[in-house]
């Protein structure tokens, strides 16, 4: 079983920037697809980007030029660095790992980094 610890949340200013971190416990986790997810208070959870082990990613519209995943497969750890940070990217945010790529089922979870964006 994988573990997901999330790190690097934090509190900024619009237009600011943060990176966040998922750590994995088990070097198989290079092995799957991996995806950052974020839930604002009284919305659903909505996915921000997904990376394939060999690097191809994917992203919601909304961060499209903001938001970068990336992994790194001799670490296990998995990123995302977020900058032009908005108020409505405030939100709780996961990281997840998808042991099929493009099943749409997401395997394991993180408990999560809040990030909040003051205007």
């Known amino acids: 079983q994988v573990q997901l610890v999330e790190s690097g949340g934090g509190s900024v200013q619009a237009g600011g920037s943060l990176r966040l971190s998922c750590a994995a416990s088990?070097?198989?986790?290079?092995?799957?697809?991996m995806g950052w997810f974020r839930q604002a208070p009284g919305k659903e959870r909505e996915g921000v980007a997904t990376?394939?082990?060999?690097?191809?990613?994917s992203y919601a519209e909304s961060v499209k030029g903001r938001f970068t995943i990336s992994r790194d497969n001799i670490k296990n750890t998995l990123y995302l660095q977020m900058n032009s940070l908005k108020p409505e990217d405030t939100a709780m945010y996961y990281c997840?790992?998808?042991?099929?790529?493009?099943?749409?089922?997401?395997?394991?979870w993180g408990r999560g980094t809040q990030v909040t964006v003051s205007s």
């Open positions: 990376i394939h082990p060999y690097g191809s990613t």
């Open positions: 088990e070097y198989t986790y290079r092995y799957y697809c």
């Open positions: 997840a790992a998808e042991t099929k790529c493009y099943s749409g089922s997401w395997d394991y």
